[in-house]
């Protein structure tokens, strides 16, 4: 039997490569030998946007991308979280068996209240709506970036807990991390995210991409000298977009001097456009297709819920409701 992945993102800001290389590139990586579950978050994303237009806009403009990368629908059920509504009563039963402890030692939470972000119950229970979301599809494999591992870990404790609880209904699922990509910085060398805004989209126009490559973050090493091509947000990112032989030749050109950041960058942007040029034109087809990609959201929503209704009828009679 083929294995189940799931996997989402939250539709709260345009998506970039960060997302790409950190996420979204694996579910194309197992579209083909796994069952595929990839959703739009929009329940998580109501925890930081509380804008009804500007939350519909997002949550249509992660479908784009997720189908404009290349997702193959005949192989993925893609869905939005919130036409599963089987995904918000599972929370509430997970919620009755999780230890608060476990959830006051997330890192995402703490750091987004140190951001500024007010501490509502929807962020704090978050992970809880998480664990909902990959345990009612019996999922065996979670790809995500670095920054979600600890969610998925609280995942599995709160199905250990609830198998020990109830009887062995729900699936423990493992994580999958692209250990080379878990981590793609940003134009300014933190971690590439829209909160910090030192993001490389991949649907912006030609000028607006050309402006952040241009501005990433370098040291002020003279053009004639050698440089260290690891110790550059610059040479970073183009390992992720270019072959091991294009790779090997920028390295070269940093360490024997007289190549400036200026021409690496030129070189990453070309390499940028090579390598999104598919996505970027499917973007814009599907942009003026948006009916068909209603209807794909809603086929997906079928098959899911589907799954969803299974798992709850388990659960029900394992809890006594
Ligand atoms: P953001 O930080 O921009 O708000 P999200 O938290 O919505 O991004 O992340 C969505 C998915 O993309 C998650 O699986 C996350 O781990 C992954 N991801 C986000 N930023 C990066 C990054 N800079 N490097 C690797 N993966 C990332
Ligand atoms: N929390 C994830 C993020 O910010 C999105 C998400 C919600 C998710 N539910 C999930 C990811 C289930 C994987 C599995 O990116």
């Known amino acids: 039997m083929k294995k189940i992945v799931l996997s989402g993102i939250q539709p709260s800001g345009t998506l970039h490569i960060g997302n790409y290389f950190g996420a979204m590139k694996q579910y194309l990586e197992l579209q083909d030998e796994c069952e595929s579950f990839i959703f739009i978050a929009n329940y998580h994303a109501m925890t930081s946007i509380k804008d009804k237009n500007l939350l519909r806009n997002n949550t249509i403009d992660v479908a784009l991308n997720y189908l404009a990368i290349g997702l193959d629908t005949e192989k993925v059920t893609l869905f939005k979280q919130s036409d599963i509504p089987e995904v918000c009563e599972l929370t ?61 870990e609280v995942t599995r404790d709160i199905a250990i807990k609830f198998n020990n609880t109830f009887g062995e209904i729900l699936k423990v699922p493992d994580i999958r991390l692209n250990e080379d990509t878990a981590v793609v910085p940003g134009i300014d060398g933190r971690k590439m995210s829209k909160s910090y805004d030192n993001h490389i989209t991949m649907f912006d126009d030609e000028k607006t991409i050309k402006n952040k490559i241009m501005s990433i973050v370098t040291d002020s090493t003279p053009l004639e000298k050698p440089k260290d091509p690891e110790k550059c947000n610059v040479f970073a990112l183009y390992k992720l977009l270019a072959t091991k032989d294009e790779i090997s030749k920028m390295r070269e050109n940093y ?7 200026g021409h690496a960058k030129k070189e990453l942007l070309n390499k940028f456009f090579e390598f999104f040029e598919k996505p970027r034109k499917k973007y814009n087809e599907l942009k003026n297709n948006l009916d068909y990609v209603e209807l794909i959201l809603k086929k997906g929503a079928e098959k899911a819920r589907t799954e969803a209704v299974k798992t709850m009828q388990e659960v029900r009679k394992a809890v006594g409701i």
């Open 92 to 152: 509430w039963i997970l919620s009755t068996i999780t230890p608060m402890g476990l959830l006051e030692r997330c890192h995402s939470y703490k750091d987004k209240i140190a951001n500024g972000m007010s501490p509502d119950h929807g962020l704090f229970a978050y992970p809880v709506l998480m664990a909902s979301d990959i345990l009612i599809y019996k999922s065996d494999i979670v790809p995500v970036g670095k920054d979600q591992k600890q969610h998925v």
């Open 255 to 261: 360490l024997k001097g007289g190549y400036g950041y």
